[in-house]
């Protein structure tokens, strides 16, 4: 499943590669931690975690002339859902586990 994280964002040139690969990196964690937990408020704590290191990589990718715009972030947002549910998790709010975007 971690194979397929972030796909349209590696397909899309707008998007460095190696840009794409710090945030999947990032998610790749968030799953590992996610499948280890039997808490689902554990979770909300995660991804708010996941949510500020990808924050701090915003200025990364506005100095390489492309940003986490709306568009990742929905792509972002679809990872972590499809992480949680892999997990057997299926009545988390994505609005929530992405409540401190600032990207």
Known sequence: MNDDLLLPMYEDDYYADDLVDQ????????????????????????????????????PVFEERECAIDDIAADYIAEAMLMIVQDSGYFDFDIQELMAYKEF
């Open 23 to 58: 945030i999947k990196a990032v998610l790749i964690d968030f799953s590992q931690r996610v499948q280890k937990t039997a808490k689902p408020e554990d979770i909300y704590i995660f991804a708010n975690e996941v949510v500020q290191k990808i924050n701090r990589l915003k």
